[in-house]
C-alpha cells in the first residue's frame, strides 16, 4: 500500500457510480454497506480511518432502507457514510480523538449527519479525528504512502474516501481540517459557508469558525449529495477566475504554484474570464486574525477546554493557555476586521459571480505522522466563512496535489467547476 488504494477501490465505494447504481436499483443498499464494510476489513489495517465500524447496525440499516418502496426511497438511498468522530451520531460515543471523553454513547444526531441520514444515507460509523480536532495527530495514515501524514483534522475522512472504504464521509473545519486532508490524500471535498448548515452536535473549537463539510471521491458527486440535502438554491455558474499565486511568505512549493499556472490556463481555455489577483497582504492579515479568535475561542467555548489540562496534549494545552492570554478587545479587533474583509470579499465574488483559485496547501503531504501540515492556505478563507471546494490536480513524487475554489454561493457551483478544470490534469 506504498502506492494509492484508492485505484483499487469497486464502483460500488466509488461516490458518482454508487449514488447512479442505487438510484437506478442496480445496487442495492445491502450491496453497497455490504462492498465498504469488505473493503474496511480488507485495508484499514494499514491505513487506521476508522475509530468504530458498525458492522451490524450499518446492515440492518440497509436492509430496512431495500424493503421501502422506490416512491419511498430518498435521494442518496443506502449510500454509506463515515462520520469525523467530533460529530454526533445516535449510538455511538463522541471521542474526540481523546481518551478524557466519555464512553457514553450519545442520543441523537447532529445536524449535518441528520441530513444525510433523512435523505436515506447509512452511516457506517466513526472516523479518526485529531486531538479534539487541533494539532495532535491520531493513528492515521496517508492512503498513498503510508508514512506520510494524511492531514488533520478530518484525518480519518480523507483517508477512508481515498482509500476506497467510503463514497463519502462527513468533516468538519475550524481552520483547515476539510481542504488540507483532502488535498494531501487527492480527494474531492467541500466545506459548506458557515451558517448555512448549523453546527449542533459538532464539538468544535470555535464557534464563530466551525463549519461541517463533506469529503468525496468525485465532486460532481458531492454536488449531487448537496442538491439531496439543500434547498433548490438555483446556483449561478462560475464565469470569472481569479486566480491566486501566494508569495514566499506562504512557504508554497514551485510545483503547487506550477499546478495553479496550469488549472488557470485551463480555465481561460474553457473560455472563463481569468485575471491574477494580489492578495497576499489581506491573506496574512486573515491568518492572524483567525488564529486570535480560534485560540480565543477554543479557551472560552470548546470541549477541549472543559477538560482536565493534564488529560491533553501539549499542543492543545498550548492553545488554550495562548487563547486564555488574550483580552476581549484583541479577540473584538480580530473579529471586526474579518467582518469588514468578508464584507469586501462577497461584494467582488457576486459582482461577477466569481471564484478564486488557489493552492490547497503549500504542497504534497510531508514525511512522517507526527503533524498534519501547515494550515496557512486555509486559515484565510475559514475566517471569512466562505465555501471551499478542494479538487486533486495530480501527484508530485508519487502523492497528490489540491487546490481550491472559494466562492460566495453554498458551494454546488463551485463543484461543478472544479470538476471540469480538474478532467485534463
Partial sequence: MQASTHSHASADIVLSPTLTALAGGVRTATHCVDAAIARIGAVDGEVHAWVAVDEDGARAQARLLDALPAERRGPLHGLPVGVKDIVDVRGFPTRCGSAATSTEVVSSDATVVQMLRDAGAVILGKTVTTEFAYFSPGPTANPHRLGHTPGGSSSGSAAA?????APLAIGTQTAASVTRPAAYCGV??????????ATDGIAGLAESLDSPGLLGSDALGLAAVLDAVLPNGGAVPVSEVLV????????????????????????????LAVADIDLDAQALALVDAHRRIMAYEAARQSRAATMPRG???PTLRQLLDDGAALDRVDYERASAYVQTVRREFLDRLRSTNAAILAPAAQGAAPEGLSATGDPVMSRPWQALGLAAATFPVGFCAGLPLGLQLVGADDGRALLRLADTLCRRT
Avoid: C, K, Q, Y
Avoid at 474531492?188 to 459557508?193: D, G, R
Fill in 244 to 271: 491566486w499565486r501566494p508569495g514566499p511568505s506562504f512557504g508554497v512549493h514551485t510545483h503547487m504554484l506550477a499546478a495553479v499556472d496550469r488549472i488557470g490556463d485551463h480555465a481561460r481555455e474553457l473560455g
Fill in 161 to 165: 474516501v481515498a482509500a476506497g472504504m
Fill in 188 to 197: 474531492h471535498a467541500i466545506v459548506l459557508p458557515r451558517g448555512l448548515v
Fill in 311 to 313: 488529560e491533553l496534549s
